[in-house]
């Protein structure tokens, strides 16, 4: 391994495969933080440990990982990576789940001041599942299932106050 590089496979929130070089990094219990090169360019980059599928100790056996990667996920045959069906563009679609009824009233209110579209439960075209504390494991599962974005209260007030969509946890 090159000094202070990491290198792995990371499956986003999307279910998204990729494979990353992480280098001049640190790490915190949850996350690794550091330099990735994202097409073509290098980029700050937060990585969800848990996110990790493999770790590799070279550059060429995460190259050699990749290929075999990209040849099963492009296979025809396979139909679990392929992604769903495009959202609707009219609407942007958010629910809120395991939060106090006070916070989700707060929530809801922000969303709906961002033309956000708020539905009471995972639809079909939703585009983003805002969970809190309490948040139970079936309606997580079935947005997961349906390459929803999941994003904790933190990541959604972020994309609220910016319009950036992180794709990992807000520390």
């Known amino acids: 391994m090159e000094a202070n590089e990491l290198y792995f496979i990371y499956c986003s929130q999307r279910m998204n495969l990729s494979a990353i ?3 001049d990094w640190s790490e915190s219990k949850e996350h690794y933080q550091g330099m990735a090169e994202v097409d073509g360019d290098i980029y700050f980059r937060t990585y969800r440990k ?3 599928v493999e770790s590799y100790e070279s550059l060429a ?4 990982a990749e290929h075999s990667l ?3 996920i492009n296979s025809p045959e396979n139909i679990h990576f392929n992604r769903p069906a495009p959202k609707p563009v009219d609407t942007f679609d958010v629910h809120f789940t395991g939060f106090k009824k006070d916070d989700k009233a707060r929530l809801i209110e922000l969303a709906k ?3 956000m579209k708020v539905r009471g439960e995972v639809t079909k075209h939703l585009n983003v599942l805002c969970y809190g504390y309490n948040a ?3 309606k997580l599962e079935k947005a997961r299932a349906q390459g929803v974005m999941i994003i904790n209260e933190p990541e959604f007030l ?3 106050e910016t319009g950036e969509v992180v794709d990992c946890a807000i520390s």
């Open 21 to 23: 070089r992480l280098f």
């Open 50 to 52: 848990d996110c990790i």
């Open 158 to 160: 972020h994309f609220i």
């Open 136 to 138: 139970g494991s079936k």
């Open 61 to 64: 056996e995460l190259a050699k």
């Open 70 to 72: 990209q040849e099963f």
């Open 113 to 115: 001041s961002a033309n």
